[in-house]
């Protein structure tokens, strides 16, 4: 994760640069108003949209097949969290396994509230949506 903190104050550096702001001032309400999310929120973002786009059709198949519904898995179809939209979560004990896309995903997708996951939302919606959560 150090690369996403070295980024973080790259960003941080160029948005004040761009803003105007001071050198020793909190960059998070700059960030606020501007609607921006921090680094780490955007990436949880961006795999959740790109999840999204995967149980909607709207993605690669490579990376749809890493984005199976507990619902679609014969053995567990009959599970409560089977109606709540979760996804299978591929077990791994190395941190690199941790980070792919088929483990980062379901589990990002997982920790959406469930009305987030179960809405039969446009794509812009459930971007707005998923915004608003993570600003939360």
């Known amino acids: 994760m150090r690369s996403v903190d ?7 550096v160029g948005l004040s640069v761009v803003t105007g702001t001071k ?3 909190h960059i998070t309400p700059v960030l606020r108003d501007l609607h921006w999310l921090p680094v780490r929120q955007k990436i949880k ?4 949209m790109t999840v999204y786009k995967c149980l909607r059709g709207l993605a ?9 519904a507990i619902s ?3 053995g567990k179809r009959y599970l409560r969290s089977a109606r709540t939209g979760t996804l299978s979560v591929p077990r791994t004990t190395t941190t690199l396994g941790m980070r792919s896309f088929a483990v980062a995903g379901p589990v990002i997708w ?8 179960t809405a039969t939302l446009s794509p812009l919606t459930f971007a707005r949506h998923l915004k ?5």
């Not at 608003?132 to 939360?136: E, R, T």
């Open 72 to 74: 679609a898995i014969a």
């Open 60 to 68: 690669p198949t490579y990376l749809a097949d890493d984005c199976l």
């Open 132 to 136: 608003v959560h993570l600003f939360g």
């Open 110 to 117: 997982n920790s959406l509230p469930a009305a987030l996951r």
């Open 23 to 25: 050198k020793f001032d």
């Open 45 to 48: 973002y961006k795999l959740a």
């Open 6 to 12: 070295t980024d973080g104050v790259a960003w941080s």
